[in-house]
């Protein structure tokens, strides 16, 4: 585009300001596309939304916009986040992408908006996105819990301050984190900065087991600089694609190195109460054997968007005469070298368990595929999500960019544009079809990363990336069943709903894991999980559901989702965490609001 990219962004912002200034929903709402996107978190309201249209937006800021105070409006000229050019090709128009920063009534705010010219040339912003960003007084330190970076001080003992503030945080935790893996991590990380007490609890042994106890094969799907942890890189010379026992080992040092208070080999006991007259719960730990009591105000559950594995209910299991596992149980194909492998599901852990299957000299192996499946090759999603998390860009900033686009925006836009991805991957999709493997882009065309969202990852739904099982599937090596479901056991085989019969040494089922909220339903009871939401999935609006903001339960909260969001998310938890802390926000389990002006 010709026009100045700073001008134009000028020109939308006095707009937007001189709306905000009168205390104009409408004209403010005048500032934005017919078909534009508001996503706010944090900053009208003490939730995180996401409004498509003109009209749902002008909706919500006529009962919003007064409340939220907003005022300080400054156009952000930091590096990276200065106005500039971009291109909609899918719109097939070029805007202009801008960064601002502001106070709202509930403390520092930033905002990131997409300008577009409407039908008569006007610039007006086709994504907005509003970010509560800190508390005043209580803004995201750089080093904690020490308060301070200098080091080197005579008579100063650093170790025995930080030995100090550990055994604090484990006799007073102000929030109990479940879980040890990467959402957990960065949530502890994120807490300890806004100065929250947190303890997380890992029931494994060591933090990481979780990845150790896979198969041997796995890799992340991701590429590095995705999946990187909270204020942390990876080494330059890290693979693109994590393994899983650098992913552990990973894990198991971040959690040292941002100093996070970790007890292993530690469980939840169950039914740990809610004490509304003190807003707090009354919990029991069971630890290395022996029990220890906390009463931490929250509890954030982060033991894996899908928690235990599932396995469905065969009839006549118990008369197979052979082995029965879940993927999560499969230790490699070495053992099975001459045997028959049956795998269910055709997912991201049936194509790799396959694979190693053949490799390792299965005498025969046979996918079930219950219905189509996405499949993308690993380079076609290596190159969306390098220009989405380019390296030479800082990921925080990445990460609010990306943030920026509502998820109801991205699908729509992955369904329009779902040719070109057809078209990139025609090759791995002729191979696949090849050999009886059924592929799809979604029953809409949203394409794997939306229907990841909406569908809980279950990999009995997706086969993500192509790792070079294609082709042992197009050459027959891996046999695939498509469009059937087993149906029974016999002694010997695995009888299918078309009637058909497969002889089996071994059936492996990739079925994927049961949610998060039914795996923590014999912990706290039913009557305390039916009170909470749906967790995860994708509401109407396109956030997560139950997911970093209220459960429905007070003192209870989720945090799921991949790195990105976690990473991301982390710091709305946060927020609310210390808002609630602070006296600043009343929690009831469902609906918080501000009690004043912070």
Known sequence: MDADPRLIANEWLSTFTAAIGSNDYDALAQTILVDGWLRDILVFTWDIRSLEGRDRIASYLSI????AAVSAIKLDDSPFLAPRSFELPLKQASGVEAAFTFECAHGRARGNVRILPDVDGNYKAFTLMTELFDLPGHEEQGTLPLRDDLTGIPGRDMQQEFADWVKKVESNPYALIVGGGQTALQLAARFKQMDIPALVIERNHRIGDSWRKRYPSLTLHTIRRHHSLLYQSYPSNWPQFTPRDKMADWLEQYAAIQDLVVWTDTELKERPVYRPETKDWDVSLIREGFEVKLNPAHIVLATGTLGEPYIPDIPDVHC???????SQEFGGGAPYAGKKAVVIGAGNSSIDICQDLVLRGAGSVTMIQRSSTCVLTREYVAQLLRSSFPE???LSIADFKWASFPVGLLRKLMIADQQSAW?????????????G????????????????M????????????????ADLIADGRIKVRSGVSPQRFTESSLVLSDGSELAADVVIFATGFKHMREANRETFGSEVIDQTDEVYGLDEEGEIKGSYRPSGYPGLWFATGDFFVSRFMSKALALQLKAIQLGLLEHDGRRPSAKSKV
């Open 437 to 452: 493997f059924k592929v799809s882009m979604g029953p809409d065309g949203q394409g794997v990363y939306i229907l990841t």
């Open 320 to 326: 197979f005469q052979g082995h029965v596992m879940h």
């Open 454 to 469: 909406e569908r809980a990852g279950g990999a009995s739904y997706f086969l993500r990336l192509d790792k070079g099982g």
């Open 423 to 435: 078209d990139a991957n025609k090759e791995l999709h002729d191979k696949l079809r090849k050999g």
């Open 392 to 394: 030479d860009v800082p």
């Open 64 to 67: 919003t916009l007064s409340s």
